[in-house]
């Protein structure tokens, strides 16, 4: 079939080819069978190709929203930094301000003329735009190619013009005219610079309210002067207002000099200065600077996600206001606390919001990104809201693990036992010195345990499973249970008390299905024959297994002394009892299970033939004799080895039916007459 991965495949030279090759019908039907069961397999192979391109597509779509949302979260977040830091250097040049408004008046004849120059030009060159351009600052205009945000394919080459409040967008028809394709607030956009690839160089993310789009510029010049004049015309609005006024200007000190001058020849009319109007000016000259600047300084490096350092700066300033010589000391020392509980209160709320996020599929890798937002707010005090918070983030890993577990058929009781086992471990050792904390890990334990129980009852204890199926199930659940008492919780009793409701209900029902079936049994009242010498000796062996020896019950070759619904019941019997065992090792559920023995015993005891069949009434008794003498004993040992419990209701009824049984009663032998003396 290499023929068909040629490039140059002809249809009608293979089948020319074909027909020549071939001899009689018989060939080519059989050739026709091999290319069709290849055309299957190839058919099916691009359908899982497909399939899995089309689910790695789907993970990196997610990974990219992802990490655009990031982006324009970062973006937003370096912004307004960024407008801080700006005003907080318009207001230490305050001094130069006269020379700015200077420049500013020459400066503004000239950007008149450049407004009306782009009005003019959009009113011309821009077809379908109707909007007023009257009174608009102008900032930027050029061409941009407009990419495709999955492969960078170039989509259209489009043509920007910028004002301060409006970014007109304009497509480039193919004879070079410009036609309106739509308009967006800068202020309510935002830009992220997109790092050079291979394939495409100089593009920039603009994040609109219609979504996402990339556009990209000729030069890296041409990009970078586009992101400063959109963040110019995104805080326009504030730089406009700083260059209005001016910033109030300290007295000068020859001023004061004369007016002291002045006021000392009339001492008369001067009033004597209060210690009140003395002490500001020695407060505020005694402020530390770093004290001044601590809570830009903080929300900066919140911004920057450095949370320890931002945790480190609070707390030293909390150290320094609470001392008493230092707060009366310092004039502005309720607003500086203001201010730190505001940035303090923005810190934990990053931080928990840091927590809520670091929830992932996997519980390890969750709980170890949570470690480090868990660390800081436990050194804050928020030992409550992170507990809560961790909580419901290792509710979700939980969660999505069984679902996942139940989905591929997996074990989930040792999974579910293991994750809770390493969420109370990274709990208590992450507020070992938060003793308060614990009782919320209890809780939350005991509603995990519920839900537990409850996906347990939905998909693996339900109505009409075998017991071996339940006791098997309750097994795999009990032995990773007992492995969280090595940590000091133990939640054995709890989980047996939400299980016992619905096993009961099994037992019960198993109960009724075996006693039906015991009583539709028909039984001929004759030695079991097993046909074949290896078939008696499989039946020996399996028996063996069991516990049970029945070789003194064996004549001939292929012969058994006892009946073979004997047999069956002694074989379920004991199996049943091993089962029991393993569910009796919880004290809740012993008396039901004592009761499924012994009424499964008595049903299968009370077993008479008709009294219209010919048997022999000693093989009965034999067979009733067996099952108390050599059965019964044998699965109360069993009963006590699996259970580790003594199974008294058994031991009462071994006691109680030995008694009963008497001596063999004689055959009555039929008497021959005959009228011959």
């Known amino acids: 079939?290499?023929?068909?991965?040629?490039?140059?495949?002809?249809?009608?030279?293979?089948?020319?080819?074909?027909?020549?090759?071939?001899?009689?019908?018989?060939?080519l039907q059989q050739r026709k069978k091999e290319i069709e069961a290849y055309n299957e397999q190839t058919s099916a192979t691009l359908k899982q190709t497909c399939k899995k391109n089309y689910m790695q597509f789907i993970q990196t779509a997610k990974e990219i929203s992802h990490l655009e949302s990031e982006m324009y979260q970062l973006s937003h977040i370096l912004i307004e930094q960024r407008n801080i830091l700006a005003s907080m250097t318009d207001g230490k040049t305050s001094s130069h301000?006269?020379?700015?408004?200077?420049?500013?008046?020459?400066?503004?004849?000239?950007?008149?003329?450049?407004?009306?120059?782009?009005?003019?030009?959009?009113?011309?060159?821009v077809q379908g735009f109707n909007g007023n351009l009257e009174g608009k600052t102008f900032l930027n205009e050029g061409a941009l190619i407009e990419l495709d945000g999955n492969d960078y394919r170039p989509i259209q080459r489009v043509f920007f013009f910028l004002f301060n409040d409006v970014l007109i967008v304009c497509k480039v028809k193919h004879d070079k005219r410009l036609e309106f394709l739509t308009e967006y607030d800068p202020k309510k956009i935002g830009v992220i610079n997109i790092k050079d690839l291979d394939g495409v160089k100089n593009a920039i993310n603009i994040i609109t309210p219609d979504g996402s789009k990339i556009y990209q510029s000729i030069t890296a010049a041409g990009k970078s002067e586009w992101i400063e004049k959109l963040e110019e015309a995104f805080r326009f609005d504030q730089q406009k207002k700083s260059k209005k006024g001016q910033a109030p200007q300290p007295p000068n000190r020859a001023k004061q000099q004369q007016q002291s001058q002045s006021k000392s020849a009339t001492p008369e009319k001067l009033p004597e200065e209060s210690p009140t109007d003395m002490q500001p000016k020695?407060?505020?000259?005694?402020?530390?600077?770093?004290?001044?600047?601590?809570?830009?300084?903080?929300?900066?490096?919140?911004?920057q996600r450095h949370f320890e350092d931002a945790q480190?700066?609070?707390?030293?300033?909390?150290?320094?206001?609470h001392l008493a010589e230092n707060k009366k000391k310092l004039l502005q020392a309720d607003n500086i606390e203001a201010k730190l509980k505001q940035q303090e209160q923005k810190l934990t709320n990053v931080l928990l919001q840091e927590l809520s996020n670091s929830h992932n599929r996997n519980?390890?890798?969750?709980?170890?990104?949570?470690?480090?937002?868990?660390?800081?707010?436990?050194?804050?005090?928020?030992?409550?809201?992170?507990?809560?918070?961790?909580?419901?983030?290792?509710?979700?890993?939980?969660?999505?693990?069984?679902?996942?577990?139940r989905r591929n058929n997996a074990e989930i009781s040792e999974l579910f036992f293991c994750d809770l086992t390493q969420v109370a471990c990274d709990f208590l050792s992450?507020?070992?010195?938060?003793?308060?904390?614990?009782?919320?890990?209890?809780?939350?334990?005991?509603?995990?345990?519920?839900?537990?129980?409850?996906?347990?009852?939905?998909?693996?204890?339900?109505?009409?499973?075998?017991?071996?199926?339940?006791a098997k199930c309750v097994e795999r659940v009990r032995k990773p249970a007992t492995k969280l008492t090595e940590i000091g919780l133990d939640i054995s009793y709890h989980l047996e008390g939400l299980l016992r409701t619905t096993l009961e209900s099994l037992i019960e029902e198993c109960k009724q299905r075996l006693l039906d079936a015991v009583g539709r049994t028909e039984e001929s009242w004759q030695p079991y024959n097993l046909q074949t010498k290896s078939n008696l000796k499989r039946l020996l062996l399996e028996l063996d297994a069991l516990g049970i020896d029945v070789r003194p019950q064996t004549t001939g070759d292929t012969w058994l002394n006892l009946t073979q619904s004997t047999v069956v019941f002694i074989r379920q019997f004991l199996q049943l009892t091993e089962h029991c065992g393993c569910l009796a090792k919880g004290e809740t559920l012993l008396p039901s299970l004592e009761k499924l023995l012994r009424d499964l015993f008595l049903a299968q005891h009370a077993l008479k033939p008709p009294s219209d069949m010919a048997m022999d009434p000693n093989f009965v008794i034999k067979n009733k004799i067996f099952l108390v003498d050599n059965l019964l004993p044998i699965a109360i040992e069993k009963f006590r080895k699996t259970s580790g419990r003594q199974c008294e209701t058994l031991r009462e009824l071994h006691t109680k039916l030995s008694r009963q049984h008497g001596a063999p009663v004689p055959r009555q032998r039929s008497v021959y007459t005959t009228d011959v003396f």
């Not at 006269?98 to 950007?111: F, M, R």
């Not at 050194?379 to 069984?402: D, F, H, I, N, Y």
């Open 1 to 27: 079939m290499k023929e068909f991965d040629d490039i140059n495949f002809s249809v009608d030279k293979y089948t020319k080819e074909l027909t020549r090759e071939c001899v009689g019908g018989s060939d």
């Open 363 to 405: 519980l390890q890798i969750a709980l170890r990104s949570a470690r480090r937002p868990l660390k800081i707010l436990v050194e804050m005090g928020r030992s409550r809201q992170a507990s809560a918070t961790l909580l419901k983030v290792c509710t979700v890993s939980l969660r999505v693990a069984q679902r996942e577990a």
């Open 430 to 470: 992450a507020f070992e010195q938060q003793p308060a904390c614990v009782s919320a890990l209890v809780v939350w334990c005991n509603a995990e345990l519920q839900y537990f129980a409850s996906q347990l009852i939905k998909h693996y204890l339900t109505k009409g499973t075998s017991l071996e199926a339940v």
């Open 282 to 303: 020695s407060l505020e000259d005694e402020t530390p600077e770093w004290l001044s600047t601590a809570s830009e300084e903080i929300q900066t490096l919140v911004a």
């Open 97 to 125: 301000l006269k020379a700015d408004s200077i420049e500013a008046e020459n400066s503004a004849a000239t950007g008149d003329v450049e407004n009306s120059h782009a009005t003019r030009a959009v009113k011309e060159m």
């Open 312 to 321: 480190s700066l609070i707390k030293r300033t909390q150290e320094f206001l």
